[in-house]
């Protein structure tokens, strides 16, 4: 599959992904009664667990070569890099305006868009390696 198609593939996922974070950390805040910056540790886990199941089978299409759980860790460890650029952005943002802070989905946003390069180069060329192929 063509880069570009990965690319809007990866994308879509992120976008689902979004709808993951953002309502995941909603659902702990009002829960548990968490700040919105402890709540994002535990939303951006559900988030990245959703696109790594997303992208193994949608975007890159991996057939299974390594025990699940590896390539599961493996894919949290470098979204935790891109993870933490978004959460980077996403903090600055409720610490820079009182819009985020009044509603912290404005910082989740920004924080997705600003890790998702990051995060695509590592999937492809990391992650799922299979991806790598004549398109690269």
Not at 37 to 50: C, G
Request: hydrophobic share 50%; glycine share 10%; charged share 15%.
């Amino acid at each position: 599959m063509h880069v570009s198609r990965q690319f809007f593939r990866f994308c879509v996922v992120g976008t689902a992904g979004f709808v993951v974070d953002a309502g995941s950390l909603y659902l702990v805040m009002a829960a548990t009664g968490a700040g919105p910056y402890l709540a994002r540790f535990f939303s951006f886990i559900l988030a990245a667990s959703a696109t790594w199941v997303l992208n193994r089978t949608y975007t890159f299409q991996v057939a299974r070569r390594e025990p699940i759980l590896v390539e599961w860790m493996r894919y949290l460890g470098y979204a935790s890099v891109g993870g933490a650029i978004n959460y980077g952005v996403y903090a600055l943002s409720l610490l820079g305006f009182e819009a985020a802070r009044t509603h912290p989905v404005i910082g989740v946003a920004a924080g997705s868009v600003a890790g998702l390069a990051f995060n695509f180069l590592a999937t492809r060329y990391l992650v799922f390696r299979v991806a790598r192929r004549k398109d690269s």
